[in-house]
Every structure is written in structure tokens, then in C-alpha cells.
């Protein structure tokens, strides 16, 4: 049976003005105990959710107070949008009443009427214009798994090492392998076997591939013809430009920091309208499908255009509410969700270091971004005001949840690689590899 | 609108304007004092300042330096007391201005539930700390008497804390490990590149010079006080000062008993060498993993490593030589950071400081440390001294994202035993894992051994602005 796909859920609905303060406050008791561990939160206890990697709330505001708030659900999940509903209706009913409940237009009868929830939830589902995962299709529950099957392992070597030191390498991976299968019933381990994916992907891939081939040879004709007219209005675009001017540092007024470095991974939850035009609005959505392309075919382990720290990333946009504005006035909005391992400025210095190109690639097509120069040139080169600019642009998170607090995105990818390889024959190079990743 | 920086293009520095602690060790200068002031009066703090200018030591060629050398550094808190105005304070990076212990969570120190650091002395509690006073002379004597003269020069308004004397500078720490092999080599620094130096940009340590991405960061500006282009800046650094206690004791005994444990003719010096990543002379476990070839110095050329090889003979990108949560390949990761190797050059490049540590406390040799009774197991340690442009992306960075780090290169929920920090003794056990074959060795449950006791985060001006923040706050235009 093929694995539940990654898939990214972005509820994004209004809140009714009067109710923001009661939405903050039930957000505020979530956040203030968000297993429930501590009997604080009778809101959400975020422990029960089923499938999920990673969740959060935000409430997004519009800095210039045109638009009304906004509250984002941002869910990494397993399997169909549908059936995840279903299960948050079915364990999780009052504590939807309670947060979306301040939202406009949400059924009268709540979560327990399943069908207006799951009707009213799909939506205001927003499509995420690209989505990363950096362990592609591996649920949770094999996430969790593996991890328990690797630091059995880990117990195991520690416990024998001085008797396992002595054995050549075959025989030390027979015996690893007898002691988690002993204890597989008791400590309800799941060994059985399972291929790697790579080939999936690559078919896919090579699908992705070709799909761009063909349809670029058949609009190509429509490209050179418009193409120069495309650059030209381009460049005229990114001349006429205007950057943010950070004459110092971005301060950190909103305590984001605070928040920040309690668990291995941290949050980001950006923010920016979308610069007005349909051309900016055309380019950021295919730059956006191009990335999602990539992601879901080639950066499918441990990284995306070599940004190692993501463990889930998506980008949306959430359109402006006024189709009655003309298009050139309309404000549409770019949010961008990072589940990121380490800290701020190492997540952000490697967006810089290995991504400049991809990123003010999507970024330069929003307002106040550094200049860019050919779509990907420039822009984020600057790194000083890149992160000023990234600060400027990031709003507080009032509910983050982790479903991996101790594990970056190359544990994640070690325990599966690890767990994958236990019941299958091995040559003997493959056996030393093994050995060398415990 | 920012004014443009001021020189771009112009990357001789200017070394007559900088304070000599950036470019010069004071290898010579064996003992030193670091004075922490409160400056209780504004305009007295001004006057003092004015007067102490004229005895700080500037950067220059070589010869024969003088007997004395002063250094001074201001925080964050400093900065304001001295009455700068707002548009100046707001240009400072917020890390000076929020000063060290309000990122001692993310530093990795033992907080409590109000992320305030624990333990810690310095400053003394319910005292400000605004400027640091670094004193350094060759002889003891030498250093007292340039302390009570620096002291008795003080006026009124400017308040000592209790000195923090150093110990006889030395090329091994407490634990008895050579320190300081891998400084990087400045351009435009004065002493020659050694074998191995990584080279990095002017602007990585001096403010108002090109840095590793190619541009002139913003600096604070401070109008009206002569200063070129107002620029605050220029030619100053920013000095990160820690006190870490080092428990010598525990941590010989610790490797001793381990070692016991393992048997099979493993040493405490060798267990001890993976979690610092060398030997105690200094020679990496790159170049000699089994033995130490040199116990007395460092050989030349101790510092000229790579992790990564085409030669697998030679090739050490899974730690099998020197373990990847080591000590000091967690702080340089060099060429294995990631990526291929010329790219992890470039990306560590960005995250380099220059250090200038001084031990404390007195000496003990490493044979004899197992024996010291936990009263004698105290009052010895690091002054931590770091140099950059960027508190942030330098020190901070490297504390960090990769000695902190719980995942730094696939290394599984552990910290760097030696500096890492970390939750406190017993939440979650410190380990480190050391890569062998057949299978790994793994040190768990490895206690503290560093415990921080303070410190502060200070901007070092060049010396016209040292003397342009005196004229400030002696009569602020």
C-alpha cells in the first residue's frame, strides 16, 4: 500500500471584529499549555491531534488596516484534507468551536455538525503555491516509529558495545538486529520492511521533466514572441523599484525572539503584500509552481536548492477581498510558513548562503524587497538588509506546535534511512554504512 | 535615508584609529586586568573617557611595544548612560543593546523561568555594567601598579566593580588543551598568514570595511561631534566578554573513570582529546588519531587541516578520526559544514571571530587535576574574548547553531560537551558520540564542566570615536 502523501492544510477565514480579543485569549491558553500536559489548556490540547508533523495559528493583521484580520491554520499532515477534517471534527470539536468559532460565517451547529465544518473549513482552504517537506510522504506515525526503533538501537550499542567491538561488521548488525526484533512486541516497534522511495521520485521527476520539455516546445512559438517584451517590462519593473530602507537594524518589538530556541526546530510566519499589477501576481505564482514542481519530485530528501534546515515550508497567497478595487490597487497578500531547525539567524544566513538566487526570485516580486536585477540576481546578495527586510516582514505566532521537538530534519531522515535497512540484506558496504549512522 | 558608508573602495585600514586589542594579542603583556565600570555620572563619565583616550592603545607595526596596554569597551547599557540620542542607540545591533544576559537562553547558560541567566557573578547582581577596562602589563607587579594607577584616575562618577585578574598567559587552557590555534587570518592585519590561517575579509572584524558578503554593514552615526561622515563605526568592533568557569577536577575525573569503564587500553587523554577535537599539544586527531605525536608544543602546521578528502586514506568526513560533535570541529567546521568544500569554506568564513582569551585562576597540571578536592575544584577559568563585526552572525552564531546545536551535522540530540551548555544537569542528559568501527562509542550523561559566571557584550570604538563619545557626554551639542 503506497504511503498517505505530505500534505499541506492552510485554512485562512476572517474574524469577526468583535471576537478578536476572545480568539487571542483561547489562543493564548493553547500556547500556554499546548499538550495539555498541565490541565491549563481546556481549549485544544494539540496532543490529540492525529497525522499531524506540525500546526500553528496566526492571527494575521493588516498592517495598514485596510483589510480585516485574518486567522491562518497552517497543518503539515498525512493523507486527504477530508478525512483529517473528519477526525479534528471527531477529537477536537470544541476546541474548533472555540478558535474558529470567532471567524465569520462559521455553521451554527459548529464542529459537530460534521458536514457544514468540513464544507465550511475546505472553504476557506487556501491552495499552498508551493509546498516543501524535507522527508517527502513519510508520515508521522512512521516518523515517530523510527525514531524509537533508532534510539532502541542506540540503547542497544551503548549496553553491548564493548562486546559487539569485537565482532567484525556483519555479525554486529545480526546482533543489533536480534535485540530490536526481542523487543519489538514489547516496546511496539514496527520492523517490517520497506523499499526506499527514490525510484518514485525519480519516475516522477523524469515525468516533471519531460512535462516542461513538451510543454515548452509547444508554447514555444508564444514564449520568444513574447519573451523580449517580458524582460524588458521586467528590468523597466525592478529599476523602478523601492526597496525598504533600513537606516539600522530591524528591532525585534513584537518579542519574536522570545519565542524563539525552546525546542530544536523554530517557527516563521511571514507576511508581504504582493507588489500590485497581474505581472508581479503572473511571475511570483510561476516562479511559486516552478519551486512546488521541484519540491515534490527532486527536493524530496533533507533539502530544497541546498536549505537543509526546513522541515516544512509552504508559501500561499491569500488574495485581497476586494475584487471590486481596481487590479492595480488590489493588495494581495504572501504568507510563508517555515518549520525550520536552529536558530533564526542560522536559518536565515543559509537562505543567503545557498538560496539567494530561488529566493529573491519569489520575494522580489513583493514590496520592499532589495533590488533584485533579472528576477534572482541581487535582492537577497544584500545579506544585511535582506534580514532586516525578513524581520520587518515577520508577524508573532500565537500557536506553534512540534510533533519532532528533538529531532532536526536529518534525524528524521537518518532514523528512516536506518529503520528502512534493518530487515533487508545487506552487501557488506552497505552493512559498514549502516553501522557508521547509528 | 542612510548617509552611504563612509570609504567604500578604500580598504586600507586604519590601523592609528583602531584599538590595538583587534589586530595584537598582547602576547607580550603576559598578566592583564579587566575592570568592569558603572558609570554613575554622565558628564564625569565623559571626562574620564576624554583622559583614558589618551592612554589607549592603538594598532601599529611591530617594534617594540610599550610596557602597558589599555583597552576600553562600552555596552550596550553604557551607550545610553552616556546620553547618546536615539537614532544612534536604534542603529546598534540589538544583541549590544539588549546586552548578554538577555540571550543567555539562546547561548545555551542556565537560565530560570524568566530566561534570566543563573549563577552568575558578573556583573554583580543588582549592578550595571557600562564599560569594561582592559588593562595589560609584563609582570605582575607591573599589572597591579597599572591597575591602581588606572583606578586612582577615576573620578567620582565612575564606579570600579571588583577586577578580574588573569592569570600568567599561557598557550594551554586549565584543561590543559593548546587554545587559539585557529584564529583567522584579517586582511590587513599587520603579522604574516601561518599555514592553514583561513583568510577573512577586513569587514568581518573592523566596521567600515568590506565583510565576507562584499558589503560595508550600516554603522550608527553620532552627529556634531567631529567625527568623518559621523560615522560611529568606523574602525570599531564589537568585544564579546564571557567568564567561564572551569571545572578541571571533574572533568579529569570524569575522563579517568570512563576510561576505566571502557577498558581496552582506552586513556582519559585520548577519551578527552575526541570530546575537544585535539590533543592536548594541540595536534588535530586529523593528522594523528591513535597518539599524540608531540606531547611538549604545538608543531608548526597544527593548525593546516581539512575534514574532507579525495583520498580516503586521508578523509575524515564521518568523524572516524576527529568526531564531528568535537569541541573544535563543531566551532570551525572548516570544509565538512556541508555542501561540497569549497562551499562550507565560504559559509564558515561568515561565521569567524578573533579570539582573545586569558585563563584565571590558578594553573594545575592535568595528571594532578583528578586529585583536587572540590574546594580546590573552583576560581579557575576562561575570560572568554571575542572579536567581530557581528555579535550575531560571529559568536553567537557559532555558540549557537553549532556548539548548542542538538543537530549540528546529523550529530543525534547532543550538545558540545565542553562549551554547549545547555538545559540543566539532568533534564537531558549530555553525550557525545564518537564515531568508530564496527560501531560507535557514545559518552552519555557527560556532566558540566563550563559554567558560565557572566559577562557582556561591548562595542570597542576606533579612537576617534572613543574620544567623540567622551565629548558627547561631557556636553552633548
Redesign the interface.
Known sequence: MPPPRSTALTVVAPIIPARRDALAAALAEIASDLDGSDGENHVLPLGVLPRTHFIRWVIVDDRARELPPVLAMEANIDGPVDAYLRDLAAVAADGMDRLFGCCVGYPAGGARDVLAFTRWMRRHARRAEAFYCAYRDVPKAQVDNDRKV?DAI?EI??AR??E??T???RR?MERIRAEVRARAAADGLDLSPQPDDDDRFARAFRRTVAAAVAGGLVALPALLAVAPLAAATLRWKETRDRPA?????V??RSGL??D???I?QNQLTNVVDVKPGWFRYGLLRAVLYGIDRLARTYYVHGHLG?I?SIHFARWVIVPDPRPWRPLARRRHRLLFFSNY???W??YL?EF???AAGGLTAVWSNTEGFPRARWLKEDGA????AFKNWARSIQIPTQVWWSGAR???T??VI?DVWIRRRMERDLSDQEI?AW??R? | MAAAPVGPGSDVVEHADVQALAFHAHKHHLHAAFVPLTFADRAAAGAWLADVASRVSRSGPGGRAPDERVQVAITGDGLRALGLPPETLDAMPQELMDGMASRARLLGDVVDELDRPVGWSLPAPGRALHALLLLYARTPPARDDLLERELGLLPAGVVAHPSELSDALRDREHFGFADGLSQPYVVGQLKDRLPGQDVIATGELLLGYRNAYGRYPETARLPGVGLPGDDLGRNGTFLVFRKLEQKVGAFWRYFEDQAVALGGGVTADWLAARAMGRWRSGVSLVHAPDVDPAPATPPPGANDFRYVDDDPMKDDRHGLRCPIASHVRRANPRDARGGTPAESLEVVKRHRVVRRGRSYGPAVAPNEAAALSPDADAGRGLYFLALGASIARGFEFIQQTWLTSVGFHGTHRERDVIAGGGPPDGEEPRSLTIPARPVRLRLHGVPRFVHTRGGAYLFLPGLRALAALARWAASPP
Not at chain 1, 245 to 249: C, R, S
Open positions: 533508532h542506540r550499542v551503548d558495545r564493548a559487539l567491538a565482532l567484525p561488521p554486529v530602507v533600513f537606516p539600522h537594524p528591532r525585534d525572539q522570545h524563539e530556541d525552546f530544536v541546498g537543509t531547525d536552529a536558530s539567524e542560522s544566513g543567503v548562503d545557498r546578495d544584500d545579506e544585511e528533538y529531532s532536526t536529518q534525524n537518518d559498514e553501522l557508521l547509528l
